[in-house]
């Protein structure tokens, strides 16, 4: 079945310094691909999406291209800030439903 | 405000004693979620509607039920409590697209304890 493989965490950076979170997935078809962030005690929320091969989707500093060639969705930031610590998610949209199928999460910490 | 709504947030329960998570939603969404989240694990989906009274099973449903009787309500079911469902829980809904749902809208989260 479809599923996301995400790098483990926890992933510890200085402030300012740059971010790379890896996202692999596997699919029947062509699914739409999210990365997700949950801040501490919150719930997750949407931080960007591609819908389409070569798509890139940007948000608050934060980029992922989708590569239907290597079947990769990687986050980066160029400079992160302290209040980017959160726990991240890779996501797609599966099955016969579209139901979103996550990664396990990577835990970001920036220190000041 | 557009948002999603859990109750409650926090529950200390014992084993067998039946109990219900809440959730609301108020951006008239067809489609509705539960997850759990665990560490090491991510989050799993337990079961999810595409619409009143149309639900079905996700990845991990054994141990729960759900009822879709309104658009803006999906409520958990745990009719016997056991210590493995012990997690935190998570609602979301979100618009229909392409005939499957595309950016979900998640609750707060509620954080159970099973004894």
Redesign the interface.
Same mark, same amino acid.
């Given at each position: 079945g479809d599923s996301v493989t995400q790098m483990e965490g926890p992933v510890t950076l200085s402030e300012e310094a740059c971010l790379t979170i890896n996202c692999t997935y596997t699919a029947t078809g062509y699914p739409s691909l999210f990365w997700y962030v949950q801040y501490p005690g919150e719930g997750l929320q949407l931080l960007l999406k591609a819908t389409k091969a070569d798509d890139k989707g940007s948000n608050k500093g934060f980029e992922a291209t989708y590569r239907k060639e290597t079947t990769s969705f990687h986050l980066e930031k160029g400079s992160v800030q302290v209040s980017d610590s959160a726990v991240y998610f890779c996501a797609l949209t599966g099955g016969s439903q579209g139901n979103l199928i996550f990664g396990k999460g990577t835990k970001l910490s920036v220190k000041p | 405000e557009a948002q999603?709504t859990q109750n409650p947030r926090y529950l200390i329960t014992v084993t067998g004693k039946k109990l219900t998570v809440t959730c609301s939603q108020n951006m008239n969404h067809e489609y509705m979620?539960w997850y759990r989240q665990d560490p #090491?694990? #991510?989050?799993? +989906?337990i079961y999810?509607s595409?619409n009143v009274e149309v639900t079905?099973k =996700?990845d991990v449903p054994e141990g729960y039920k759900v009822s879709r009787k309104e658009k803006r309500n999906f409520p958990l079911i745990l009719e016997s409590p056991s210590p493995n469902q012990t997690s935190l829980y998570?609602c979301?809904s979100s618009p229909p697209?392409? =005939? =499957?749902?595309?950016? +979900?809208?998640? #609750?707060?989260?509620t954080r159970l304890l099973v004894l």
């Amino acid at each position: 079945g479809d599923s996301v493989t995400q790098m483990e965490g926890p992933v510890t950076l200085s402030e300012e310094a740059c971010l790379t979170i890896n996202c692999t997935y596997t699919a029947t078809g062509y699914p739409s691909l999210f990365w997700y962030v949950q801040y501490p005690g919150e719930g997750l929320q949407l931080l960007l999406k591609a819908t389409k091969a070569d798509d890139k989707g940007s948000n608050k500093g934060f980029e992922a291209t989708y590569r239907k060639e290597t079947t990769s969705f990687h986050l980066e930031k160029g400079s992160v800030q302290v209040s980017d610590s959160a726990v991240y998610f890779c996501a797609l949209t599966g099955g016969s439903q579209g139901n979103l199928i996550f990664g396990k999460g990577t835990k970001l910490s920036v220190k000041p | 405000e557009a948002q999603v709504t859990q109750n409650p947030r926090y529950l200390i329960t014992v084993t067998g004693k039946k109990l219900t998570v809440t959730c609301s939603q108020n951006m008239n969404h067809e489609y509705m979620s539960w997850y759990r989240q665990d560490p #090491g694990l #991510g989050l799993r +989906q337990i079961y999810y509607s595409m619409n009143v009274e149309v639900t079905d099973k =996700g990845d991990v449903p054994e141990g729960y039920k759900v009822s879709r009787k309104e658009k803006r309500n999906f409520p958990l079911i745990l009719e016997s409590p056991s210590p493995n469902q012990t997690s935190l829980y998570f609602c979301a809904s979100s618009p229909p697209f392409r =005939g =499957g749902p595309e950016t +979900q809208y998640f #609750g707060p989260g509620t954080r159970l304890l099973v004894l």
